[in-house]
């Protein structure tokens, strides 16, 4: 047989190995304990819990994510509402526990004033019964699932999934006249919503899917996502639609639009944003160019917010252009801001909730922006922060609804009443060179959606 | 017309499959040896297919010369990675589930520093200006670049083949699959056929990863989905076996294309379920390999 590893090397290998993990401990609590110390430091002083990916396969949103919310709040002084603010970042991994065990951490070890953060909507729905029983809100800055029943502390400055496909179905539908659209895309939650907010919204418009049974291609996402898809384009290229409506974000975005141009197919591509937004532009560059497509923004975008937005960007990111993501984390700051502001100034005034089934209708909900001044004064147990300043995650939430519109890059818009998500225009995009860099060009504005 | 009649969706769609094929082939094939000679299963194979992948994206220049220099870095790197994971598992000989989470350690180790280093943004490889673009197959557009790739990878298929089943060394490493205990009594070296095969399973992989990127290009999360079809592919073509694993392969690459195309509705299911018959019908592998 193979010679045995003596005791001695056994032992050295454990010790070793024991010694590594022991540091990492020491190192994680290190980091725990200063930023506990030096929170303690400034009475007045708010505190905000940061959770985006910082590791797994959503790492890139998560980091642009940070950026837009770091950029926003070097705008504001690093003060919210005007008060000094202490960022506490976590880590929400690929959702699931991760995300749950950062939260729990922010919320009852670092005792958070609000949560921002939230790539993906599976971290949302993770984290929404903990939201609800902590009564510490979220301002939700990515993926937004369209499951959530009640939003009572769930604010998204993002957008609804299946928004992105309904805001061009009118504007495709007219473009193709009688022409019949291919639709494919991948077969998970989030694909499911974006690609369905599309045809449904299509064959309201009176159109019809150029697939055989008429309805969309769904790609294989488990056990792992596609990535060849020239089985499905030697298809599409057969039938020869008047056009092609997709959404893919990522690698995968990558490897169909690359294998799109290789295979031939010469039918218009249209998609959901994420096709062509962030990572996937700047590795497919000319390869993306005349591809179409619908968000609710563009860096080209021409407004004053937008415009100090990208030159701030810009100047401290090597000429690169902001996306997305990026303005639905620095408008998670302006959010908060105005909601803090708003807080400290009548901490007691009733919210001026919106008429809504979601939440105006229903008397009984936990909601505390319509529940009587009764429940006010045990609000501070949970929450964070100084309770002679009437400053509690309760007393900001009850703000939220009193934002009003939030001057945004993307062109101003406000909280909807029933899924607290932007009311907000969508807009067409062409990807097109500009000098060295290829963009996401505004064509049009298509349609506002929101509620 | 002849032509015109044999190129037709199904016909391009299963060329494609045979690309996948071979692909999954050369990434396979080390595991599925190292495997049999040196009984780990390396939850780090896809790590290397990555490690690969991204040496090409930061060595492609759009020449030979890009491509040359990232083929050399791959058979240093596939090395020296090769060596390495013989050396972390050496001390957990015969404790299977510990090298195991030794190795998906050092996976998971790995894909945080690729994500460091390299950023975690996916990245898109191209091929050599000679191999870019397209040719016309009848109504079809067919990528070059896959066609050459079809070609070096049936060339690294026969070498492989000659090497296990006619060399010397393939013959040490048929031994020590087949009966690792007759082997050393006879008096082979089965450390040092460990560790080669160990060392020749990460030059094989980080390879795949150089000319595979342009298929499936770097990204996070892109090492898990490269073990998983790769898990596959040894499982149902018999571990240790390196006919199997290509029958495998290449039967897994028809299935992931010409499957879908056939009956798109099932598309989830296919891989599952030909993962199933496989494992159902067959008793044991489908070449000699390792003795039930």
Known sequence: MTPQPTGRQHHRWRTAIASIVATALLAVAGCAGSSLSDADTNAAEIRIGLIVPKTGNYKAIGDDQAAGWRLALDKLGGKLGGRPVKVIEADEGDGKATALASARKLIEQDKVLALVGGGTADTVQTLYPLLNESKVPLIGMGGRPSTIADPTYLWSTSWLSQETGASIAGYLRTTVGNGRVWVIGPDYIGGRDQIGGFVTAFRKAGGQLANPDGEPTWTPWAPAPTTEFSPYLTKIKEAKPAAVYTFYAGASAIEFVKQYR?????????????????????????QAKGIYTALNYSPTLDNAANRDFVSRFTAGNDGKLPNVYHVCA??????????ISEALAEPDAPATTPAGPGTASDSSSPASSGSPAASRPVASSAAASSAATGLTSQTLTAALPRVGQVDSPRGAWQFGPTNHTPVQAYYLREVAQDGQVWVNRTVQTLTTLGS | MGLSGLVNP???????????????????????????????????????????????????????????????????????????????????????????????GVAYIAADGFSTVFGAEPRSVDPPRALAGSVSLGDYQYPVYRLGFIAVAALIV?????????????????????????????????????????????????????????????????????????LIVCVVGGLGSIRGALLAALGVGQVLTLGVALVPGAAAFVLAAAMLVALTVRHRPAFAGRPA
Request: aromatic share 8%.
């Open chain 2, 158 to 230: 026969v070498l492989l083949i000659w090497v296990v089943e006619r060399s010397r060394a393939g013959a040490v490493v048929r031994a020590v699959v087949a009966d690792p205990g007759m082997a050393e009594a006879t008096g082979l070296r089965t450390r040092t056929a460990r560790t080669a095969v160990l060392v020749g399973g990460g030059v094989l992989a980080v390879t795949a990863g150089v000319l595979g990127a342009q298929v499936i290009g770097p990204a996070p999360g892109v090492d898990t989905t490269i073990l998983v079809y790769s």
């Open chain 1, 262 to 286: 290789q295979y031939g197919i010469t039918s218009p591509l249209y998609a959901s944003g994420f096709l062509t937004e962030g990572a996937p532009l700047a590795a497919l560059g000319p």
């Open chain 1, 330 to 339: 620095w408008d998670a700051a302006l959010v908060l801001d105005r909601a």
């Open chain 2, 10 to 104: 199904y016909t391009i769609t299963a060329l494609d499959g045979v690309a996948y094929g071979l692909l999954l082939f050369v990434i396979a094939a080390g595991l599925t040896l190292i495997f049999g000679v040196a009984g780990v299963f390396s939850m780090a194979h896809g790590t290397l297919y990555l490690a690969g992948a991204y040496i090409a994206w930061q060595l492609a220049d759009g020449g030979w010369v890009g491509l040359g220099l990232a083929l050399a870095a791959a058979v240093l790197i596939g090395a020296v990675g090769g060596a390495g994971l013989a050396a972390a598992v050496r001390p957990l000989t015969d404790r299977p589930l510990d090298q195991v989470l030794a190795t998906l």
